[in-house]
């Protein structure tokens, strides 16, 4: 079992910032991808950027040049900056742990924070 402890979500106006942490306990696979899913009301989840142990990371296109994901292995943790937030943002985050074995890829969720961008 893997457990996460997520945190940093909230209210913030268009244009400003927040930064999400996840960090990970449990039974941990050695190499696994970490990254951020995001689901808005009525619509399906979907990636926003995850970053693998070897920090490759790979961005939705809304969010390029906005956000910045990293994370430290030593911690089993993965954060998210985000800046110049936009109403769009609004979601629901989930912090994702991924590997991939014999029958395919294997997936770990967080409980998910919400990031409500209003003013």
């Known amino acids: 079992q893997v457990q996460f402890v997520e945190s940093g979500g909230g209210l913030v106006q268009p244009g400003g910032s927040l930064r999400l942490s996840c960090a990970a306990s449990g039974r941990l696979p050695s190499i696994a991808t970490m990254g951020w899913y995001r689901q808005a009301p009525g619509k399906q989840r979907e990636l926003v950027a995850e970053?693998?142990?070897?920090?490759?990371?790979n961005y939705a296109d809304s969010v390029k040049d906005r956000f910045t994901i990293s994370r430290d292995n030593a911690k089993n943790a993965v954060y998210l900056q985000m800046d110049s937030l936009k109403p769009e943002d609004t979601a629901v985050y989930y912090c994702n742990l991924n590997y991939y074995v014999a029958y395919g890829r294997h997936d770990y969720w967080g409980q998910g924070t919400q990031v409500t961008v209003s003013s």
């Open positions: 970053i693998t142990i070897g920090g490759n990371t």
